[in-house]
């Protein structure tokens, strides 16, 4: 293995491959600042230009922006609370509030510290289990993903002891937008009022930017001001704070580094998933979990370790059998095709050399897009001194036209405004708005997967406890039920 990485490295580190390397890192950090971008549409306008392409030149610039994407998502995540890509939402839970309170260099701190840091730990992990690839992947059938999507959706629906019934109606309602559209088992229209544009379902960057950006931005312009509340106390100056306590807090790093590449591997989750649970496994264990969404570092490094780690993660199913395990990865495997390679376990032995070298260049990635992330913090941070009145408009904007940029359909448009709206009707009512849409994207594949084990099983329900797989996923739902109930019976109990 050491003898192909070094090989791999050498290919890459030539210049002309560098350049192709930096091209790629410089357009997945403007494609991931623009809310509704992100990766999946740079990779996307890729295709076409790699034909023609060395196999490595290829590489390194997919490689380049899928390794660049997350932190340019997470910096407007942070100074906006307009997440430029999907799994960038959860930064804004804590990364947006420490913006408010004038710490905005300190969560971009943050950010360039423990991506890479989740970035190098996944490319560890990946290396490690690609010999058992294939095993990995297997464990997960229709009985395991419903159970995943349920354990997900409980995890973050009872996440907030304080708000749990308003944490259950949101959850209620993203499970009831989950269910509009075609039916994907047994056939048939739901919910579309006569809507051919609902046929597909709800779209998932039209909503987060709506319930997110668009939010946060209506109440900025009713409000007035600036997203930094006290200007005075603005620090363009905390980088080095962040980098602190990124490495100060290393349990975190790893805990969401192994979420992200764990998530990542199974097919049809995707990085959002990922970087949600990271977010709320990491505020379950901690000591005062009603302290986050107010500002805690914690929240910004537990998600943004699982977002890149979860690149690592989502190769493996992409390369061992052609199922990709994102939709960049979607994406990636028309490239994989395109330059004559056919994904499945001969590509670990006609092709190892090249996939090691992506390996790399996902590596390089992140660290440089990391660094340009540092050297550009002071100006980026100043975003947070530009009244709102100025702000708003400009983002809106940008966020519309980078959600009709996606499929050039104007109901996206409408959508996202009408979730605009909504998400600021939770956050003036203080309903959580993370139940809502973790159970708008984990929807689908819990009632995919329910209803195939149910085919398989033949109505059966001890099809759910066919595996250890299954039984794990079972205890760990039984568990999280726990750990959010019995505090508040006891503390009904001792106060009767």
């Not at 849409?437 to 066919?466: C, K, N, P, Y």
Request: net charge neutral.
């Amino acid at each position: 293995m050491i003898e192909l990485l070094g090989q791999a490295a050498t290919d890459l580190l030539s210049l002309q491959t560098i350049l192709f390397l930096f091209l790629g890192v410089i357009v997945g950090l403007v494609f991931g600042v623009i809310p509704g971008l992100g990766g999946t549409t740079a990779l996307a306008l890729l295709l076409p230009l790699t034909f023609g392409m060395q196999v490595i030149d290829a590489f390194a610039m997919a490689g380049g922006i899928m390794g660049a994407v997350a932190m340019g998502g997470s910096i407007s995540a942070i100074l906006l609370n307009a997440p430029g890509t999907a799994p960038s939402a959860a930064t804004c839970l804590d990364g947006y509030p420490l913006a408010q309170q004038g710490r905005a260099a300190e969560a971009i701190g943050a950010v360039a510290t423990a991506s890479p840091l989740g970035g190098l730990f996944g490319v560890l992990t990946l290396l490690l289990v690609l010999p058992l690839a294939r095993e990995i992947v297997l464990l997960f059938g229709p009985p395991e993903f419903f159970l995943l999507a349920v354990f997900g959706i409980v995890t973050v629906a009872m996440s907030d002891s304080q708000n749990l019934l308003r944490g259950l109606i949101a959850a209620g309602v993203g499970l009831m937008l989950a269910f509009v559209g075609y039916d994907d088992v047994h056939g048939g229209v739901r919910f579309t009022f006569g809507s051919n544009y609902l046929w597909d379902g709800i779209p998932l960057i039209p909503s987060l930017v709506g319930l997110f950006g668009m939010a946060e931005m209506i109440g900025l312009s009713i409000k007035g001001g600036t997203v930094a509340a006290d200007t005075a106390a603005v620090r363009l100056d905390g980088v080095v704070s962040g980098v602190r306590a990124t490495l100060r807090h290393w349990k975190v790093v790893i805990r969401g580094s192994l979420t992200g590449t764990l998530i990542g591997a199974i097919p049809g989750v995707g990085g959002t998933v990922a970087t949600f649970i990271a977010y709320s496994t990491t505020k379950k264990a901690d000591r005062d979990p009603d302290s986050f969404g107010t500002g805690r570092i914690e929240g910004v490094v537990a998600p943004e370790s699982a977002n890149n780690a979860k690149d690592s993660g989502a190769l493996l199913p992409t390369l061992a059998f052609g199922i990709p395990g994102s939709a960049e990865m979607a994406v990636f495997l028309g490239i994989l095709v395109l330059h004559g390679m056919q994904p499945g376990p001969a590509m670990f032995v006609d092709h190892v050399q090249d996939i090691y070298g992506l390996i790399l260049a996902l590596t390089f990635a992140a660290v440089l897009a990391s660094l340009i992330g540092l050297l550009t913090v002071r100006w980026l941070a100043a975003i947070t001194l530009v009244k709102g009145q100025i702000l708003a408009p400009v983002v809106i904007a940008v966020s519309l036209v980078g959600v009709y940029a996606i499929n050039l359909r104007p109901g996206d448009i409408v959508l996202a405004a009408i979730l605009g709206v909504l998400g600021h009707l939770m956050i003036r009512f203080d309903f959580p708005r993370l139940p809502l849409v973790i159970a708008l994207i984990l929807g689908e594949t819990a009632e995919r997967g329910f209803q195939q084990s149910m085919m398989i099983g033949q109505g059966d329900w001890r099809i759910f406890l066919h595996s250890p797989t299954s039984i794990t996923m079972l205890l760990l739902i039984i568990m999280s039920l726990s750990w959010s109930i019995v505090p508040i019976l006891r503390k009904r109990m001792t106060s009767s």
